[in-house]
């Protein structure tokens, strides 16, 4: 009797433990996940993405963005896609977000012609991993191996979008550590994923207090940049001016360089190297390209890993713009 109780309760331990493993290979992502289901599916992003940033360097950077946002808000779900429905507010019209991220015509192209050649199999948050890595590959920097099986978000969390889970462009140093390593990031990954500014732009309403109010800043090139931003809220709020100087459209790592010389464009840039725990970062990256695109690319993957909706969490959505 004592015998077929312990078998029993061997069964039981057994029995957990399979369950177990079979959540976390559940929740594993992996290269490989699309390799039988969608096998030309690395080659189809590409393809998009490549004619997007030949139209428009700048979307390259703006597609990356995309990622960052939806990954900060909720975990890397495809929530950021999601347009307003009766029933939630996308994070789209949130405060860090409004009139602000942009790319989502390129993902549109991209899903509509995944799901010609593979429906219902590759998610709209896994197709946002791909396009940011093939972005930053295509204007010239590193390449990663995207980690895949990621599902989509069934509602959007503005709340959330505007709790500032994403850091402001006027974020202190602190703010802007903190704000990461609520993500599970380091300081190390925030300096190195901040080195996305390297390429893209920024509108005058971001940047205007750092080029006039702000003391460790470059004289030539607060001046230069005061010409197309006026000084007056509401006054040319929109006008852009390029986040990195020299090679705005290539990914590089111009943008240390910058910094060591005051010249970066926003208070969240510059507080990276202000005489603060950051500075020795700054200048290895200046320094050496190969670094700076080791830890990008790794912190790259990091982030890819928050909070993803896996096994039979979320679904796969026909069209990324809503749920199906």
């Known amino acids: 009797m004592e015998y077929n109780k312990q078998r029993s309760m061997l069964k039981v331990v057994l029995l957990m433990m399979t369950m177990v493993l079979a959540s976390q290979s559940e929740a594993q992502l992996n290269r490989d996940f699309y390799k039988e289901s969608c096998p030309s599916l690395f080659l189809v992003v590409r393809r998009v993405v490549k004619r997007a940033v030949a139209r428009e360097p700048r979307m390259g950077a703006s597609l990356l963005r995309l990622f960052f946002h939806d990954c900060f808000v909720n975990g890397c779900d495809g929530s950021l896609l999601l347009d307003d429905t009766p029933s939630f507010l996308g994070e789209k019209t949130s405060g860090p977000s409004n009139n602000s991220v942009r790319g989502f015509e390129v993902i549109d192209k991209i899903k509509f012609k995944i799901e010609k050649m593979c429906p219902g199999i590759v998610s709209c948050a896994d197709i946002l ?162 670094a700076f695109y080791r830890d990008f690319a790794r912190a790259m993957i990091k982030m890819g890993d928050i909070s993803p909706l896996t096994g039979s969490k979320g679904q796969i959505r026909r069209n990324c713009r809503r749920p199906n």
């Open 129 to 290: 991993a791909i396009t940011a890595r093939d972005s930053v590959l295509l204007l010239g920097g590193p390449g990663w191996s995207v980690k895949l099986g990621r599902r989509d978000s069934t509602t959007a969390n503005f709340a959330a979008a505007n709790s500032g889970v994403i850091p402001s462009p006027i974020s202190t140093l602190s703010n802007l550590i903190n704000r990461f390593k609520a993500q599970g990031l380091s300081t190390r990954d925030m300096v190195a994923l901040s080195g996305a500014h390297t390429f893209g732009r920024a509108k005058c309403v971001t940047f205007r207090n750092r080029i006039y109010n702000e003391s460790n800043i470059d004289t030539s090139f607060a001046i230069a940049r005061r010409k197309s931003c006026p000084s007056a809220n509401g006054s040319g709020d929109n006008k852009e001016a390029n986040l990195d100087v020299r090679s705005p459209d290539r990914f590089d790592h111009g943008y240390y360089k910058q910094l060591l010389n005051n010249k970066g464009l926003l208070t969240s840039d510059q507080v990276l190297f202000n005489n603060g725990p950051t500075d020795s970062l700054v200048i290895a990256y200046s320094n050496n390209l190969n």
